[in-house]
C-alpha cells in the first residue's frame, strides 16, 4: 500500500508530468468530447481543487483521476442539457456554485478510498448484502459461509470500514 501523499503532492507528481495530463485530456477527449482547451481548464481547476483541500491521498492517480472525471461529467450533462456545445463558465467550475453535488462526490470519494482499505472479503459481503440487497442468508449462501455469524461479520465490517474513514 503507498504512503498517503497530500493533495499538494498529487498535484505535483501527477498534473505537472506532461505524460499523464496528456492522457487525461485524452480521456476527456475519448469519453465526453471534450476539447483540448476544455481539458486543459478543467485540469488547471481539479489541481485548484485539490490545493484547496488539505487532506492526505492514499492513491494519489485514483484521486486525482475521479476529480478531473466529475468535472468532465459536470460539464458534459451540462452541455447536454443545453444541446450544442458551450464553454466552460465559472458556474460549472467553481466548486462552491454546486455545494451539494460536491459534497456527494467527496463523500464517495471518501468511501471509496476506505473501501480500498479493508479486504477483499469485507467488501464482497457489503456489496452482497448492501449493493446487491442479498438477505443475510442469501449473501452467506452466496459467499459460502454459515448463515448464523454473516450478520456478526457484516459488523465487523462496517466498523472496519467506518475506522477506516475517520
Known amino acids: 500500500m503507498e504512503a498517503p ?14 505524460h499523464e495530463r496528456r492522457k487525461l485530456v485524452a480521456f476527456a477527449h475519448a469519453r465526453f468530447g471534450i476539447g483540448t482547451e476544455d481539458a486543459e481548464d478543467l485540469l488547471q481547476e481539479t489541481a485548484l481543487e485539490l490545493l484547496r483541500q488539505r487532506h492526505y491521498v492514499h492513491s494519489p492517480q485514483g484521486y486525482l483521476f475521479t476529480v478531473f472525471r466529475m468535472r468532465c461529467v459536470r460539464l ?17 467550475l467553481d466548486p462552491s456554485s454546486q455545494p451539494a453535488e460536491l459534497e456527494k462526490s467527496d463523500k464517495s470519494l471518501a468511501i471509496r478510498q476506505a473501501l480500498c482499505r ?10 452482497s448484502h448492501y449493493i446487491e440487497g442479498k438477505s443475510l442468508r442469501e449473501t452467506a449462501t452466496a459467499m459460502a459461509r454459515a448463515a448464523t455469524g454473516v450478520g456478526n461479520t457484516i459488523n465487523r465490517c ?5 475506522a477506516c474513514m475517520n
Open 5 to 18: 501523499q497530500t493533495t499538494r503532492q498529487v498535484v505535483e507528481t501527477v498534473l505537472l508530468d506532461p
Open 158 to 162: 462496517l466498523k472496519r470500514l467506518r
Open 118 to 127: 479493508i479486504s477483499s472479503a469485507c467488501r464482497k459481503l457489503l456489496a
Open 76 to 92: 458534459y450533462r451540462a452541455r447536454k442539457e443545453q444541446g450544442r456545445t458551450v464553454e466552460v463558465s465559472e458556474a460549472l
